[in-house]
């Protein structure tokens, strides 16, 4: 029943506009507008400044429609990419609601809510539900869904890019589609404040994939970032990938700021940042460490400290890029290069997180790569260009995934589900052929695996409809969903109980580190140092401890350099008006790079070849990427090999490639011809641990392999033994398998980016630039003293032990 009147200036419910002006606020244009929008019954895209209030925008619809005609039952679901920012809204929506005096219910649905509640939530649902694309999935698994689910009027998706070109996002998009087959009024609402097409996410989010359905909402620009490289007396490190070297200065920044936030690329680096800054602590400020590998307990531990204003400063990873409103946090700092500007922006935009004030960041280069790097991405901030997305067909492991959860639902039409799923965008282009194939796979794991009954997950009913083949199965799925393929972990846990769990727990290592460990060894956790006591099953028991302890490192985490960024650091070695801005050795470094040999162009491929210690280097400037370059230096020593030139060794960065070799180049252009270069990287990927390891993750996401069973724990070593054997399987007996064909899609985009690569061979042919030199470059500096870190299997010994300082007055030297 209606109850109110609608304020006819701002077009809102006048409890809600009276909210508003209570607090000397007016609401923006770009609210009003996402309100006109959801009156129109049209899907919604707003794109606005950090700060613009945009979670608000996108909820102020259904606050408003709450106000005017209350109603129990599920009105608006929230889809957030981390549980934290979830947690977040939720606290911050339940202000206004208490204020304006709406009886609404605002619950949050993720991996962390106890069994109890879920269950609850299903039967009684509240009004604005906030979940994440898992546990949505989880949701529409159940038989009582389509009950809970028919009144749905809006999804909001928050940081739309996240999702949309990752696998979470297929997820996201099929659960779309089945929600928009349950409640076919529902609308989809996206929201971003990094967005650098449009008109690309509008097709992404709406039905069909039709972005004219799609309203873009855009909001006014805010205060522009204030964002500076930090500089200690005019030098930056020949090498380093993390900005640990200056940790003292970083601590006098963080002394002078009212609240920080420490942003590192990786999970292991957050936990050594962490040490650096705390033996630099003079002050004891109160400092915290945040990372994904962290317990539940002990992340939402830091976000209320940061909350109550109880720390100074937090050392994190992308665990807090994203939205999280914490508005006392004056200062970001990045530790090493950012690797994107819209990374750069988004992780900037935590600091003075309003959108009329500057946000003010810093970053900590860890080499002069990396100084150009952040100069450029200085560059691309302030001029408001962002990253371009890439966006892919959606993977056939999610949607073996989605196809079971569907049928854990109810049985299903396989008509009509291949019509959903192709209304989801990453499916438009599906064939129907290759949907048919997919439920093949399901019912049967495919013609090799058809006489297990383990794989068999699917029957078809007599009226046609499919069915999953037990009900055990439903749960299975539950237990094994998502698509985000973590390494098999270990949980820290600090003293000891009466058996497994006992103690409180900290977190988790992955099982290849943990395994390593012995009673007594010590590791840095959580920000301290941990001495292992024991073991049991899954569980490593600590205690405190001292000395020198070793510091877990994570598979994958490292971000790869963006292609903007790329272009922008060739245009800053051709930009020598630019030069007398940096650093003075980073002058120099190019200056005298100049002269001794070459720099990069803006569209060649600088090669410079030298010998060294009895070693003949070969280094490639391609800027494609450590993927790339990683799959780069795996080809060329494929090639020296077969071309007699008996390569040593290789290393890949983001800017570079070395190889070295006992004889020497002499012409590079055939080592970089593109000619046969896919049937190379077929028999190289199937010969290499990179196709077993992605099929390992599609098998796993494809139901295949399963993580969990109920009551059991599984280690990484079945579940890697469980792949291989099924791998060899199905190379031997059904290589056209669906699952390796994904596999295979996956490896070649993701583990060694061959998009980029291809781009690097052509220009290889096009334009290379070969220099030969008496000796090694100063340019050729930061990544030789990584040699040694890459190896060429069974090849000679290619540890390379280089003195920093000889080197390096070596490149320098003029004569």
């Not at 097709?203 to 994939?209: C, E, F, S, V």
């Not at 794989?455 to 999953?468: A, T």
């Not at 030139?645 to 983001?654: A, E, H, R």
């Amino acid at each position: 029943m209606r109850q109110h009147y609608i304020e006819t200036v701002t077009g809102l419910p006048i409890p809600i506009a009276d909210w508003f002006a209570a607090r000397g606020w007016a609401p923006r244009r770009h609210q009003l507008e996402m309100v006109a929008a959801a009156r129109a019954g049209r899907h919604a895209l707003l794109v606005a400044p950090t700060g613009a209030g945009k979670t608000l925008a996108g909820f102020l619809s259904t606050l408003a429609d709450l106000a005017d005609d209350p109603r129990d039952g599920l009105h608006t679901i929230y889809v957030s990419p981390l549980k934290a920012l979830a947690t977040d809204v939720q606290r911050n929506l339940l202000t206004p609601v208490a204020e304006i005096g709406l009886d609404i219910r605002v619950e949050t649905r993720t991996g962390d809510t106890p069994s109890d509640r879920k269950k609850r939530q299903r039967e009684r649902p509240p009004q604005i539900l906030l979940t994440t694309p898992e546990s949505l999935a989880l949701l529409i698994s159940y038989p009582d869904a389509a009950t809970m689910l028919a009144g749905v009027q809006t999804v909001i998706v928050d940081e739309i890019h996240a999702f949309a070109t990752t696998k979470r996002g297929d997820q996201l998009a099929l659960a779309l589609s089945r929600l928009q087959a349950i409640a076919p009024a529902m609308r989809r609402v996206g929201l971003s404040a990094t967005i650098a097409d449009p008109e690309a996410y509008q097709g992404w989010l709406a039905p069909d994939a039709d972005a004219a359905a799609v309203a873009l909402v855009t909001g006014d620009p805010g205060a522009d970032p204030v964002v500076e490289i930090l500089v200690i007396e005019d030098r930056i490190p020949w090498a380093g990938h993390n900005g640990r070297w200056a940790a003292r200065a970083v601590m006098r920044r963080l002394e002078a700021a009212k609240l920080a936030i420490v942003f590192v690329n990786t999970r292991a680096v957050a936990e050594l940042v962490f040490r650096d800054l705390w033996a630099e602590n003079d002050q004891a400020l109160p400092i915290g460490i945040h990372h994904g590998s962290l317990s539940v307990e002990a992340r939402r531990k830091v976000e209320a400290a940061m909350s109550n204003g109880k720390l100074r400063a937090i050392v994190a990873t992308a665990s807090l890029d994203l939205g999280i409103d914490w508005g006392d946090v004056d200062l970001v700092i990045q530790m090493g290069a950012p690797k994107g500007s819209s990374r750069l922006l988004q992780r900037t935009g935590r600091a003075n997180h309003r959108m009329d004030e500057a946000s003010h960041a810093i970053i900590v280069p860890g080499n002069r790569f990396e100084y150009l790097e952040s100069l450029a991405a200085q560059d691309a901030v302030r001029e408001h260009e962002l990253d371009q997305d890439q966006f892919r067909p959606g993977g056939i492991d999610v949607l073996a995934q989605h196809i079971v959860g569907c049928a854990a639902a109810e049985p299903f039409d396989a008509d009509e589900l291949c019509a959903e799923v192709r209304s989801a965008a990453p499916y438009a282009g599906l064939t129907r052929a290759r949907f048919d194939a997919t439920i093949s796979f399901v019912a049967t794991g495919g013609y090799s695996l058809r006489a297990y009954d383990r794989y068999q997950r699917l029957k078809q009913n007599k009226d046609g409809r499919w069915r999953l083949s037990h009900p055990r199965l439903a749960l299975q799925h539950r237990l094994n969903s998502g698509t985000i393929v973590e390494a098999v972990t270990m949980n820290v846990v600090y003293g000891r109980g009466g058996g497994r769990g006992g103690g409180r727990r900290f977190g988790q290592v992955e099982e290849w580190f943990g395994g390593q460990l012995r009673v007594g060894d010590s590791f840095m956790f959580a920000g301290q140092t941990l001495e292992v006591t024991g073991f049991d099953g899954p569980d490593i028991f600590v205690r405190l401890g001292r000395g020198d302890p070793r510091v877990p490192t994570y598979v994958g985490g490292r971000m790869p350099l963006s292609t903007n960024l790329a272009a922008r650091v060739r245009g800053l070695f051709n930009a020598p008006e630019r030069w007398a801005e940096m650093p003075a050795d980073v002058h120099e470094w190019l200056a005298i790079q100049q002269l001794r040999s070459r720099l990069p162009g803006l569209d060649d491929l600088l090669v410079e070849t030298f010998e060294r210690d009895g070693r003949h280097f070969m280094v490639a400037y391609g800027f494609a990427g450590r993927n790339a370059h990683q799959t780069l230096g795996m080809l060329l020593t494929q090639r020296m090999e077969a071309a007699g030139l008996q390569p040593l060794g290789f290393v890949g960065s983001d800017y570079v490639v070395a190889v070295w070799s006992l004889r020497p180049v002499t012409d590079p252009r055939p080592l970089f011809s593109p000619d046969v270069f896919e049937e190379e990287l077929a028999d190289w990927m199937a010969a290499s641990p990179f196709l077993r390891r992605a099929f390992r993750e599609v098998a796993i996401i494809g139901g295949l392999i399963d993580r969990a069973l109920p009551g059991q724990f599984k280690t990484g070593k079945q579940m890697s033994v469980s792949s291989d054997l099924i791998y060899d399987v199905l190379r031997r007996h059904e290589p056209d398998h669906l699952l390796l064909s994904a596999a295979w899609s996956d490896a070649r985009s993701k583990l060694t980016d061959i998009a980029r690569l291809g781009a690097l061979l052509d220009l290889a042919q096009a334009n290379m630039v070969h220099v030969t030199l008496d000796r090694v470059s100063p340019l050729a500096v930061p990544v030789l003293l990584e040699v040694g870190r890459e190896r060429v299997a069974g090849a000679a010994d290619s540890a390379l032990l280089i003195e920093a300082d000889a080197l390096a007055a070596e490149a320098m030297r003029l004569d």
